[in-house]
């Protein structure tokens, strides 16, 4: 059951780091005071300041959101108060989740930390074709779907190569393994920017109508996959956007997380290499008020969708771009997960254990926190386009908000160490789904007179007509 009543009970108020990603984003200083929050000893305990990073991300969309739905209606600002508990809870969404009361599939049995000749390899082996290219790269043979079988063998061949030799092999071959750097920050996070804004560029004004959530009737294209973009979107169809997740049909997604970060939104399959389906999605973009997507940077250039042709095409358009290792730099074109990101930042360093096994954070944080600093970012593109018109451009990346994480979040103030965590039960409720009935985490997003849950519950992956509701 959802807890609907008003978040009662002692409120913090806003910490630096609030202020921080708020004036990030292009946020007016005074304006982050109205938000509060009431407090939840214990929740996402770490030796970095994880709480105040998910709080703060979620924060921040919770005003942009209040700040759109304002502006709309000529009214004051909403106040805005976030319930720790429920960032916690929402932070590890995708391990509150069931199915029928099925427990969903975790990481698969070739991801993980590996003992290299000189050091710690971390893997991703989630979906089937980075299992193959992993292999490939090591010359391995298949160990067969037997988990302790896989891990003995991949382990073993770790052992007798250097970290750096099997990255390298392994990126080279597509797949995803990086070597664990030692803390404090590598040079991979260390200096990133956590928002970056251009814009606004020429174009008409586009003043959105009065509405009952912010984001209603705004047309979002998300061309998104995993965890960190489709929270970012999530989180748009819950404020009244009416989301298009767009894949191509060769790269499958798993049903489990589409079940997690798609309700509210609904999905097609599009091959913009076919005339026709290319045909659909330029339909698609022509009415597009925001475009998210989560390639690499350059990946969509060889069809004409830099975020230059796409303003020229589209006055007014707002893209967010999202990547995993910033958009400039040695690693900027190289794919990239949540885990090895906190793995070749220095992140698993310093969460180390006793015995110097890499840790990691207490939810995959900087997919979360990125995800909800994204949508803030599109949040305040409208709000900005609202005054003022024309198009922008935003762009976040998993390693900059690893950058900020271990800045210290402007010297935020370690938690004291609780025995307990709160209780997610207040924040789960359960979806009728096409997938069945789903247990899920509601929206930590709040502020006065926001929805708690979606709208609708996901479709399934693909099966949407390519065309806006």
Request: aromatic share 4%; net charge neutral; glycine share 10%.
């Amino acid at each position: 059951m959802i807890d609907t009543a008003e978040p009662t009970g002692p409120t913090d108020r806003p910490d630096a780091a609030t202020a921080h990603a708020w004036a990030a984003l292009g946020g007016a200083p005074e304006a982050a005071s109205p938000v509060t929050y009431r407090p939840a000893p214990g929740a996402l305990q770490a030796h970095l300041p994880v709480r105040e990073l998910a709080r703060a991300t979620v924060g921040v969309c919770s005003l942009a959101a209040a700040e759109l739905l304002a502006r709309r209606r000529g009214t004051p600002v909403p106040a805005v108060q976030v319930d720790e508990a429920a960032v916690a809870t929402a932070f590890v969404s995708e391990r509150h989740l069931r199915i029928d009361g099925r427990v969903p599939t975790s990481f698969a049995p070739l991801s993980g930390f590996w003992r290299a000749a000189d050091g710690w390899v971390r893997t991703h082996a989630n979906y089937p074709h980075h299992r193959l290219r992993l292999l490939d790269a090591l010359g391995m043979d298949d160990p067969g779907s037997d988990p302790a079988r896989a891990r003995a063998a991949l382990a073993a061949e770790l052992a007798g190569r250097s970290a750096t030799s099997v990255q390298e092999a392994v990126y080279s071959a597509g797949g995803l393994a990086v070597a664990v750097a030692p803390a404090p920050p590598g040079v991979l996070a260390a200096g990133l920017p956590l928002v970056e804004a251009r814009g606004p560029r020429e174009g008409p004004a586009r003043e959105l109508p009065p509405a009952a959530l912010p984001a209603g009737g705004v047309r979002v294209l998300d061309l998104t996959r995993v965890i960190a973009g489709p929270v970012a979107t999530r989180t748009l169809a819950l404020l009244g956007a009416d989301v298009l997740r767009v894949d191509p049909p060769a790269l499958r997604e798993d049903p489990d997380a589409h079940a997690d970060t798609g309700i509210g939104k609904r999905s097609t399959l599009l091959d913009l290499a076919n005339p026709e389906d290319r045909r659909a999605f330029d339909t698609l973009l022509d009415g597009a008020d925001v475009v998210v997507h989560g390639y690499r940077p350059g990946a969509l250039d060889a069809y004409g969708l830099t975020p230059d042709v796409l303003a020229a095409r589209r006055p007014g358009l707002i893209v967010a771009e999202l990547c995993a290792w910033g958009h400039r730099g040695p690693w900027a074109g190289r794919r990239g997960f949540d885990s090895l990101v906190q793995a070749a930042s220095g992140i698993a360093a310093v969460e180390a254990d006793a015995d110097g096994h890499p840790g990691v954070l207490p939810a995959q944080a900087l997919d979360h926190g990125t995800g909800y600093l994204l949508a803030a970012a599109v949040l305040r593109a409208l709000t900005e386009r609202h005054a003022n018109g024309g198009g922008r451009l935003v762009r976040l990346s998993l390693a900059g908000t690893a950058s900020w994480l271990l800045s210290g979040l402007d010297a935020a103030q370690p938690d004291v160490p609780s025995t307990t965590a709160p209780d997610p039960g207040p924040w789960l409720t359960e979806t009728v789904s096409p997938y069945g009935t789903l247990r899920h985490a509601v929206t930590p997003v709040h502020y006065d007179g926001a929805p708690r849950t979606w709208r609708r519950p996901p479709t399934r992956w693909g099966t949407d007509r390519p065309v806006w509701a």
